[in-house]
């Protein structure tokens, strides 16, 4: 065979993976935004008097959406099935992206009034509908086209495509807060990143569309209705269970080292917006390295190490990191803890999500492993900026989210240990592991 003909399906695949990844890098753009300009979001729609309060109602309608994850990986997961990937990850894209135009345009509270809350909260729960089979989408694409021997290499790159989404997000950031000033930002300059992110909608539509069908869709004979589809995830509760407590450990360090990052920084810290931007775009590339490495060291040492040595590190290090944080607080100290916990959640979530796609049934595949994603997002993750207001505020303790993070990190451990001392869930692994 010619070098030529060998470089052929290399590009390919890379081409491949970039065109279905665009959709993750949308969803965690928007998301990121409405984490970063939550203080700035709080002002224009929830005006209370109270900067705790009108926070507080922004994180609760940032996680609102998640709520709507568990209700989008059932309906879209089991349709996406039936369908198809690609045309599943087209519907996703359209959802998403109607949700993000809402936000970007809606005007605010003082302009319509309590119109402007609601349309918000509109807008996030038809992105988190949407999100609900994004991942489960774009990871069940990737598993599916992987070349054999690198499933944990390639779905890896779902997780990273977000990472260039937060870099992205955080340059755009560290720009505006050179240009514009403090209420600039605060009246209309932090709608400009949520502009750009319609902008790129078109774009990101033409480069989906021409994805092909993965042929281990094709080679299925038979195409479960909906009714056998959530007749499968019933009967499979347990590994639907398992998986949402390995992806707990995901969820919550995710959003605490990125969307949580910017307003700890600048709320709990005292430090500048520039250093809360630096320090979360350094996260977002240390992320982006550590997921496809870790990805591949899971392709030759297997799923179960990596998942059991950085649960069990974050369980025992979370606290201790965020805690000596806060008590010296620096850019420099701020970037020493958010490395460590990223390589924490980058070695981690590099081996997880490909674990996951081999213990869901292969004939509910993406609404089962849209559904475990879900919940996990819906009652843990996506409330992680939330959660760690409200723990600082009622423990008086500024590293009160390493305790959120270390019961995460109990999670991950504890799933991994019951998950692979199943003989059952072993066999199916290995077998959906050839199949893929």
Known sequence: MSATAQAHPRRSGIATVLRVTSGNFLEMFDFFLFGFYATYISQAFFPTGSEFVSLMLTFMTFGAGFLMRPLGAII???YVDQIGRRKGLILT???MASGTILIAFVPGYETIGLLAPALVLVGRLLQGFSAGVELGGVSVYLSEMATPGNKGFYVAWQSASQQVAIMVAAALGYVLSTLLTAPEIGSWGWRIPFIIGCMIVPFLFYIRRSLEETEAFLARKHRPSTREIFASISKNWVVVLLGMML???TTVSFYTITVYTPTFGRSVLKLTTTDSLIVTFCVGLSNFIWLPLMGAVSDRLGRKPPLLLFSALTLLTAYPALAWLVVAPSFAH???????LSFLYGSYNGAMVVALTEIVPVEVRTAGFSL???LATAMFGGFTPLVSTWLIEATGDDAAPGMWMAFAGACGLVAT????SRGAVRTRAAREGQMA
């Open 417 to 420: 240990i019951v998950v692979y």
């Open 247 to 249: 992806v707990v450990m």
């Open 93 to 95: 894209l359209t959802i």
């Open 372 to 374: 475990a994603y879900a």
């Open 334 to 340: 701020m970037l020493v803890v958010l490395l460590w």
């Open 76 to 78: 879209l997961g089991a």
